[in-house]
Nanobody, 120 residues
């Protein structure tokens, strides 16, 4: 069984910064890619940022230049550094990972989510 545990959410002022972390635990062969999604009230879940092979990154247009995704492969942890936050960034942020299990089964695993609120 694989678990993703997010941390780092909270309240930030417009223009402020937050850093989210997501750590994977359990027995698995490898994890790739890792990503952050978000879901605002009344809206569909959307991809925020994704990192593949620990190097290649992809961002939603709405966060380009403000958010940075990175990964510490040794710790099986992915980070999302968020700067210049806007009220429209308010959402529950979910970590997602593609996990290759030891029996070579490939699973999509989700974290429970962490709430980010941007408000003055």
């Amino acid at each position: 069984q694989v678990q993703l545990v997010e941390s780092g959410g909270g309240l930030a002022q417009p223009g402020g910064s937050l850093r989210l972390s997501c750590a994977a635990s359990g027995r698995f062969f490898s994890i790739n890619p890792m990503a952050w999604y978000r879901q605002a009230p009344g809206k569909q879940r959307e991809l925020v940022a994704e990192i593949t092979d620990g190097i290649s990154t992809n961002y939603a247009d709405s966060v380009k230049g403000r958010f940075t995704i990175s990964r510490d492969s040794a710790k099986n942890t992915v980070y999302l550094q968020m700067k210049s936050l806007k009220p429209e960034d308010t959402a529950v942020y979910h970590c997602n990972a593609g996990v290759l299990m030891t029996n070579l089964t490939y699973l999509q695993v989700w974290g429970q989510g962490t709430l980010v609120t941007v408000s003055s």
